[in-house]
């Protein structure tokens, strides 16, 4: 089974760019959710997902945008990056309420 | 504030002893899982152990078992036998309702096993 899947695994980006970073999972789980690791510090959760077309911000929200079009798929867009937003990236799924999350393997972002 | 404080920045043990990582946590919910999640080196959250806050009975899961006080709101995590496998960073968690249960981290406490 592959699990959660996060492509790409390393990126740099320059100031004001955009990207999307993908997140897929193959074990049919409602519960989706972003988060970000900064050095030194805690998982902080960015956005997260109940099901396919349901969203909601979570902590640290500003400067991403998320969709849900299908069960398997969550990806996380950055709008004119900055920054700030150099961070490790992980995604996670759930099968349901109080579950332990799947990871993936992370998405280091640089942005210079 | 739903926090997690983890007051141990860094531990060391040798193999074969035995270490304990401490967690407090604040939260305003009843009902509510704990957990504890290793990051290796190589970046991946590992869940280690969950526990039931309902749950008077301690969770173990091999080598690993958890100090729970639901009054005081502490959630340890004793490692016995340390391996030099266990070297990680441990991070202390638990579910938020309010946000899909998704989980509210510590800061985390990077554990270094000696041969």
């Known amino acids: 089974n592959a699990g959660v899947t996060q492509t790409p695994k390393f990126r740099i980006l320059k100031i004001g760019q955009s990207m999307t970073l993908q997140c897929a999972q193959d074990?049919?789980?409602?519960?989706m959710y972003w988060y970000r690791q900064d050095p030194g510090m805690g998982l902080k959760l960015i956005y997260y997902?109940?099901?396919?077309?349901?969203?909601d911000k979570g902590e640290v929200p500003n400067g991403y945008n998320v969709s849900r079009s299908t069960t398997e798929d969550f990806p996380l867009r950055l709008e004119l990056a900055a920054p700030s937003q150099t961070s490790v990236y992980f995604c996670?799924?759930?099968?349901?309420?109080?579950?332990?999350?799947?990871f993936g393997d992370g998405t280091r972002l640089s942005i210079l | 504030a739903q926090t997690v404080t983890q007051s141990q920045p860094e531990m060391s043990v040798q193999e074969a002893e035995t270490v304990t990582l401490s967690c407090t946590y604040d939260?305003?919910?009843?009902?509510?899982?704990l957990f504890w999640y290793k990051q290796p080196p190589s970046r991946q959250m590992i869940l280690v152990i969950r526990?039931?806050?309902?749950?008077?009975q301690n969770a173990t899961e091999n080598r690993f078992s958890v100090n729970f006080q639901k009054a005081a709101k502490s959630f340890s995590l004793k490692i016995s036998d340390s391996q030099l496998g266990d070297t990680a960073m441990y991070f202390c968690?638990?579910?938020?309702?309010?946000?899909?249960?998704?989980?509210?981290f510590g800061k985390g406490t990077s554990l270094l096993v000696t041969p």
């Open positions: 968690a638990f579910d938020r309702v309010d946000s899909g249960y998704a989980l509210n």
């Open positions: 996670a799924s759930s099968p349901g309420t109080s579950q332990p999350q799947h």
């Open positions: 074990m049919n789980h409602n519960y």
């Open positions: 939260t305003s919910e009843n009902n509510y899982y």
């Open positions: 997902s109940v099901g396919a077309g349901i969203t």
């Open positions: 526990q039931e806050a309902y749950k008077q």
